[in-house]
């Protein structure tokens, strides 16, 4: 049958951007119990948790092997974080500053990143209001122009 459903944490506060670790034993997300969003990380099983980021965070999310996490403070810089296995819960390096991004604004509800499973690559969303404008140009009639071109020669 169905499994009964059970509360996973202890927050006070809205849980949101809930992200399973690999194997499915802990998970990662965000909440704003102290005033502001930080990224925190939890037992499935138990709920115990761990406090990941320092001075606000969002967007938590794991490399492909669960050994670091990746997130973004409330200025859009991003961060990862050393994992290491153990029980009850993993222990957690410093967080350690990777690259400011290109995002005007984070957000606490929606995804704007992506990091590839070995965390050397990252997709951002961007708003294109963050984006040159540019005039869309379109060449018409280009093989004929190649002829002309080609004939000049």
Same mark, same amino acid.
């Given at each position: 049958g169905?499994?009964e459903?059970r509360?996973m944490t202890?927050a006070? %506060?809205?849980v %949101? &951007?809930v992200q399973l670790?690999p194997d499915?034993?802990?998970f990662v997300?965000?909440?704003? %119990?102290?005033?502001?969003?930080e ?9 115990e948790r761990? *406090? ?6 969002? &967007?938590?999310?794991w $490399?492909?092997?669960?050994?670091e ?10 961060y990862?974080?050393?994992? &290491?296995p153990?029980?009850?819960?993993? $222990? ?8 400011k991004?290109?995002?005007p604004?984070t957000?606490a509800?929606?995804? &704007?990143?992506r990091?590839s499973d070995?965390g050397q690559k990252?997709?951002?969303c961007?708003?294109?209001?963050s984006?040159?404008r540019?005039?869309l140009?379109m060449?018409?009639n280009w093989?004929a122009?190649? %002829?002309e071109a080609r004939?000049? *020669?």
């Amino acid at each position: 049958g169905i499994p009964e459903a059970r509360r996973m944490t202890n927050a006070r %506060e809205p849980v %949101e &951007q809930v992200q399973l670790s690999p194997d499915r034993r802990w998970f990662v997300y965000n909440t704003a %119990e102290s005033g502001r969003s930080e990224v925190y990380l939890a037992s499935v099983d138990t709920a115990e948790r761990l *406090q990941i980021s320092v001075s606000g965070g969002v &967007q938590a999310t794991w $490399r492909g092997d669960g050994r670091e996490i990746y997130f973004l403070t409330l200025d859009a810089d991003l961060y990862s974080v050393a994992i &290491q296995p153990g029980p009850p819960l993993p $222990r957690a390096g410093t967080p350690k500053l990777l690259f400011k991004t290109a995002l005007p604004v984070t957000s606490a509800v929606i995804e &704007q990143y992506r990091p590839s499973d070995d965390g050397q690559k990252f997709l951002f969303c961007l708003p294109l209001t963050s984006v040159l404008r540019e005039p869309l140009r379109m060449l018409l009639n280009w093989r004929a122009r190649l %002829e002309e071109a080609r004939e000049a *020669q």
